[in-house]
């Protein structure tokens, strides 16, 4: 289902201090892809906070984020390798407070799973971000759900965004478990498309903007009839669609 009931917001800040801001949450699988066709899509979204999961672990990660990053105007937050794949970005609106790396705990014979957090502030807004990607095991999906949250607590911040590839439809108990403390942006005001996986006909919604309380949700879904991305770019770009989200964040904190 694709609901486009009226342009996606653009970034600003209110009178008030309050900021809105644009968020993407972007499975790139490595960069083994089209990186043209990725960086474009990435640009035409203007993004504030970009949360992306499989980022490059492996030989030159760094180098090849930092080439990631420098393609699509953004400056490298945290993450990457470090968190076994989830990676943040971020634009110069963000004053950057802290980082954090964050390994999950290892199942054995299962991929390591991290989460890249940061507090940032952009105007009058203070921010926790998280990008995460989730187990494709379920009980270990659930347990890393529950931990988010945690981490998310720790944080301590008046506000938090959480994005990702969940491996999880909304009817999982992963998913379930991050809507019952988040706000599900998507659910809460639809805009653009739905599905995620995989990018050519895609059937399952697994890739998700969360929100906390107090945030106001202005739209969220996939960019597909945004202007400057295309279908041939979606397709080329990785194996998800993006998800993007307009977010109004209240001043203080």
Not at 97 to 118: C, I, K, M, S
């Amino acid at each position: 289902m694709v609901t486009m009931p009226m342009p996606l917001p653009d970034s600003r800040t209110e009178p008030d201090g309050s900021a809105v801001i644009r968020v993407l949450s972007y499975n790139v699988r490595s960069l083994r892809d089209d990186t043209e066709a990725l960086a474009r899509v990435i640009r035409a979204c203007a993004p504030d906070l970009v949360c992306v999961q499989e980022a490059p672990r492996f030989f030159r990660w760094r180098k090849a984020a930092a080439r990631l990053a420098a393609m699509t105007d953004l400056v490298i937050l945290s993450g990457g390798a470090t968190a076994a794949g989830p990676l943040l970005l971020c634009s110069l609106r963000a004053t950057v407070e802290r980082t954090e790396d964050v390994l999950l705990p290892l199942t054995p014979g299962l991929h390591r799973r991290g989460l890249a957090t940061a507090v940032v502030r952009i105007a009058g807004a203070r921010i926790g971000v998280v990008s995460c990607h989730l187990s494709l095991q379920r009980e270990e999906r659930h347990a890393q759900a529950g931990m988010l949250l945690d981490r998310i607590d720790a944080m301590d911040v008046p506000h938090a965004v959480v994005a990702g590839d969940l491996n999880d439809v909304p009817e999982g108990s992963a998913f379930r478990r991050l809507a019952g403390r988040l706000q599900d942006c998507r659910a809460v005001r639809p805009w653009g498309g739905e599905l995620t996986f995989p990018p050519g006909v895609p059937r399952k919604r697994i890739d998700a903007v969360f929100a906390s309380d107090g945030i106001e949700v202005l739209g969220c879904g996939v960019p597909a009839d945004l202007p400057g991305v295309t279908g041939a770019d979606l397709r080329a770009a990785t194996d998800h669609l993006p998800v993007l989200a307009a977010l109004r964040v209240p001043a203080g904190g």
